[in-house]
């Protein structure tokens, strides 16, 4: 199938299964895949639970509001963002083994390294949350992509209470949640979604101005 098919044909799927199974290493073989996505400074930030444990799935399902998805999924994936991954050793350590395979030379790696330190060095917890979600969805969506062209279905999901999640799952809080996301085989099709027109949703140059009403919002 071509990429242009699998996202047209693409929904998110909320009824699976549950005796379909996905051997595991499929599911690993997809996140290597995924994990290919570009990402800020290549610090790799985007980390992959794989919730397989089905008395666990059942204990997490009213942690996401109940969604059947959660337990009847043949994978559950919580995709997460690991603040660590800022510290300068990562950063050290990445471009070191880059430089090892012949990558680049020495000099860029100083180059790569600083630079990378340096747009790290002074964010605020938001601009850091803010790369973990960016690079973190990026991942999901060619996650995504991977499995629904192996003939699967999925669902990415924030419908979850993060504190209870991370209680449950005994998550250390320098991890951040992107999503959670279901995959398996579909029992039934998702239902059909509306989107913008292409005019609507795109600008040239320019965003227009926004009228403002008379308490100055828009
Ligand atoms: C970040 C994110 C979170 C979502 N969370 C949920 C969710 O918790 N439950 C749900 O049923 N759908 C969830 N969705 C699915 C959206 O409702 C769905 O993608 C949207 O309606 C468009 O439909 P489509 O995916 O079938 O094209 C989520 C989607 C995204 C991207």
């Known amino acids: 199938m071509s990429l242009q098919d699998i996202i047209l044909k693409r929904k998110s799927v909320r009824h699976y299964d549950p005796n379909y199974t ?6 690993l073989d997809s996140i290597e895949l995924a994990a290919k ?15 397989e444990d089905k008395e666990l799935r059942a204990k997490v399902k009213p942690l996401a509001y109940n969604q059947e998805q959660v337990e009847t999924s043949s994978y559950l994936i919580l995709i997460l963002g690991d603040y660590r991954t800022f510290h300068a050793e990562n950063i050290y350590a990445i471009q070191d083994k880059a430089l090892e395979k012949g990558y680049f030379t020495q000099e860029t790696k100083t180059y790569l390294t600083n630079a990378a330190i340096g747009y790290y060095r002074n964010m605020s917890n938001q601009d850091y949350l803010k790369e973990l979600v960016r690079d973190g969805s990026l ?6 992509l991977i499995l629904n062209e192996k003939g699967y279905q999925t669902i990415t999901m924030s419908g979850y209470d993060k504190a209870a999640l991370f209680e449950e799952l005994n998550i250390p809080q320098h991890y951040e949640d992107i999503m959670l996301l279901s995959v398996g085989r579909g029992i039934q099709e998702g239902h059909s979604t509306v ?6 949703i795109t600008f040239i140059d320019r965003v227009p101005s926004l009228l403002l009403g008379n308490d100055g919002n828009p």
């Open 22 to 27: 996905i051997e595991r290493k499929e599911i």
């Open 37 to 51: 996505s570009p990402n800020g400074n290549n610090i790799q930030s985007t980390r992959y639970l794989l919730i």
């Open 139 to 144: 991942a999901a969506m060619a996650l995504v």
């Open 195 to 200: 989107r913008h027109d292409i005019e609507d």
